[in-house]
């Protein structure tokens, strides 16, 4: 069963850039497609951007398809999240996320989850 570590959220004005890491442990993390979700307080948890097992293929919801990227380092066994042009709508714990399939798919195919890291977007 993966586990995961993030890391890089933080305090960061409008228009600002934030890099989260993802770091697994305990598993073949090459095989295991990884997304970033996201929950702010009284909503529900959305599917962020997501990336498949090799080739890698992404995904993103229109909302952040212009300013976020999804990336992995296989021989790091970690994932990115780049965010650029951060909105304060974009205030949210991200949570990372495995699919044993290796596919991006709905959410309930997400077995393995990550503690998550605050993003706060404020000025």
């Known amino acids: 069963q993966l586990q995961f570590v993030e890391s890089g959220g933080g305090l960061v004005l409008p228009g600002g850039s934030l890099r989260l890491s993802c770091a697994a442990s305990?598993?073949?993390?090459?095989?295991?497609?990884i997304a970033w979700f996201r929950q702010a307080p009284g909503k529900e948890r959305e599917g962020v951007s997501c990336i498949s097992r090799n080739p890698g293929i992404t995904h993103h919801t229109n909302f952040v398809k212009d300013r976020f990227t999804i990336s992995r380092d296989n021989s790091k066994n970690t994932v990115f999240l780049q965010m650029n042009n951060l909105k304060p709508e974009d205030t949210a714990v991200y949570l990372c996320?495995?699919?044993?399939?290796?596919?991006?798919?709905?959410?309930?195919?997400?077995?393995?989850w990550g503690q998550g890291t605050q993003v706060t977007v404020s000025s």
């Open positions: 305990g598993g073949a993390f090459a095989d295991y497609a």
């Open positions: 996320a495995a699919a044993p399939s290796g596919q991006c798919v709905p959410e309930g195919s997400f077995t393995s």
